[in-house]
């Protein structure tokens, strides 16, 4: 019936659909479309929203151009810092004093980033029969959009159904100084000097994972933190991210927050004041650094988009799309995935994901919807952490703390133990519902390539894993998910845990 229906308005329009967003989410539903397309004539259109972006002609959102590509090559680029310093315990020597140049850093990432713009995203679309227009889109009726180029000139078009797939920007916090002196991760990444002792404002994905790689490269970092560390994630692996990234130098200021940022000194990097009070309003801070980052949360990119035009129903505070559980907004024809997509996850591969089986479901006669459960992650903190499943405040309060089991352990990684490296830092728990057979429900893991370790885990959780499974699967040696397969001790039985080498 969608699909006839679809069909059938398809004949009048420019479009079978348009996309309005080329992130990864909104380019994942676009090249699926053409193939399944029927008419000839109906070609996927995709747009660019975010203004900076539109402006440089960059596909690929917040992930490939100011996100998670930038952040992993520049963990990177500390964890290779950590490597030259265990490699003297190898045997390797060095004549040249080691330092680390940021400019230079900065300019392959940026370099990688372009590549993977021009020829690897836009030569896709090309191939997927995709047309992509880099304009600014508003919905002006209906059925309509209207397009503005960087050059000013507008266009309209009519499409039988829209993706809105618009993802999100940094907010602000609205404080004397903060948009004319404070950066947020949309700069850091493309920043052309050292930013120096850096002060990261808030404390969660974003600003941990910031503040883990600039002290990785050398710099003093401080984190103001308004309440608690990684909100909604487990907080006693939360506790000990901290712990790690305390032994890093990191300093926390907490609970604090900003309220004022003056600029002292000109330069790159400059010289700023900051003003803080306490939660209780009863303390103030003041302190000079090079660099405010903020990293207070993302806000959806749906102000400017014409959704009041249309009549879709979004959350006036956060600008985030309301849908249904097949991505569909209050209007028929008009649907919304990722990041702009109220109450689901904010993470690419899940914007990807439900951007191609939108397309499926549209054109391909296929019904599988996204599956929000279960959904791996991982942050790419100094002391990586790997996650899928639930947190233990969350199998608490699902199931009940008597009717979970958590089985953990400390873990030496064994190329560790040579330069005598965090012996106490990696660890790893499960989180087994006793009544169903001990079915796993919560994997967390901290420790080198955590997340690699977690991904094949999260397809184990998502088959309904049980612990006698775990525990009947022979480990690999020595590596460190062999620490998953061998899991004795309880929480419940020994608050303390054993440091389990890989050998
Ligand atoms: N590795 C990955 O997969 C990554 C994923 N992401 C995704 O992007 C989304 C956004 O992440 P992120 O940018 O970290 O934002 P989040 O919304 O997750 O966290 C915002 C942080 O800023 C704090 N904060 C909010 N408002 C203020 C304020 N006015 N003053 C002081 N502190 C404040 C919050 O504190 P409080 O707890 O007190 O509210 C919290 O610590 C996340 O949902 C995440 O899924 C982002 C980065 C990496």
Not at 5 to 16: H, K, M, N, S, V
Not at 312 to 334: A, M, Q, W
Not at 496 to 503: D, E, I, R, W
């Amino acid at each position: 019936g969608t699909l006839n229906e679809i069909l059938r308005r398809g004949l009048r329009y420019d479009y079978d659909l348009v996309v309005i967003g080329g992130g990864l989410g909104g380019l994942a539903a676009a090249k699926v479309c053409p193939a399944l397309c029927f008419q000839a004539h109906g070609y996927t259109l995709s747009f660019s929203v975010f203004p900076e972006l539109f402006k440089c002609d960059c596909l690929g959102g917040t992930c490939i151009n100011v996100g998670c590509i930038a952040k992993k090559l520049m963990h990177q680029a500390a964890l290779l810092g950590q490597a030259i310093q265990d490699s003297s315990n190898f045997g390797w020597e060095f004549n040249k004093q080691v330092s680390h140049n940021w400019t230079c850093m900065m300019e392959a990432v940026q370099l990688h980033i372009k590549a993977m713009n021009c020829s690897h995203h836009k030569q896709h679309l090309q191939d997927s029969r995709v047309t992509y227009l880099n304009a600014l889109g508003e919905l002006v009726a209906p059925h309509t959009v209207k397009t503005t180029d960087t050059k000013g000139a507008a266009m309209c078009h009519s499409a039988a159904v829209f993706i809105i797939s618009t993802g999100e920007s940094p907010r602000y916090l609205g404080i004397p100084g903060d948009r004319e002196f404070c950066i947020t991760s949309d700069d850091l990444f493309s920043l052309p000097h050292c930013p120096g002792h850096t002060l990261v404002v808030g404390a969660s994905y974003m600003g941990l994972e910031c503040a883990g790689f600039l002290a990785g490269l050398g710099l003093p970092v401080t984190v103001m933190v308004r309440s608690i560390l990684l909100r909604g994630f487990d907080q006693k692996i939360a506790e000990r991210i901290e712990e790690h990234m305390v032994n890093q130098r990191i300093s926390f200021l907490r609970p604090f927050v900003l309220t004022k940022v003056e600029k002292i000194q000109e330069g790159s990097p400059g010289k700023l004041r900051v003003t803080a009070l306490s939660s209780d309003g009863k303390e103030t801070f003041e302190g000079e650094f090079n660099t405010v980052l903020l990293a207070i949360g993302r806000e959806a990119c749906t102000r400017n988009i014409g959704l009041d035009h249309v009549g879709v129903k979004y959350n006036p505070r956060t600008g985030k799309v309301l849908v249904d559980e097949e991505d569909r907004t209050n209007v028929g024809h008009i649907f919304a995935i990722g990041d702009v997509q109220k109450g689901r996850l904010d993470l690419t591969p899940v914007a990807v994901q439900a951007g191609r089986l939108l397309a499926r479901r549209l054109y391909g006669r296929q019904r599988t919807k996204c599956d929000y459960i279960n959904v791996p992650t991982m942050l790419f903190t100094s002391m990586e952490y790997g996650a899928c499943g639930v947190s233990e405040e969350r199998a608490s309060q699902m199931y009940g703390e008597e009717n979970i089991e958590v089985y953990h352990s400390n873990f030496w990684p064994l190329e560790w133990t040579v330069p005598g490296r965090d012996k106490y830092a990696c660890y790893a728990k499960v989180i087994c519902h006793i009544p169903d057979s001990e079915r796993v429900v919560g994997v967390h893991v901290l420790g080198p390539n955590a997340g690699e370790i977690v991904q094949g885990f999260a397809v184990a959780l998502r088959c309904g894993l049980t612990k006698e499974q775990l525990d009947s699967t022979i480990g690999i040696h020595p590596v460190c998910a062999e620490v998953l397969t061998d899991l004795t001790v309880t929480q419940r039985a020994s608050g303390a845990t054993v440091v389990k080498g890989t050998c």
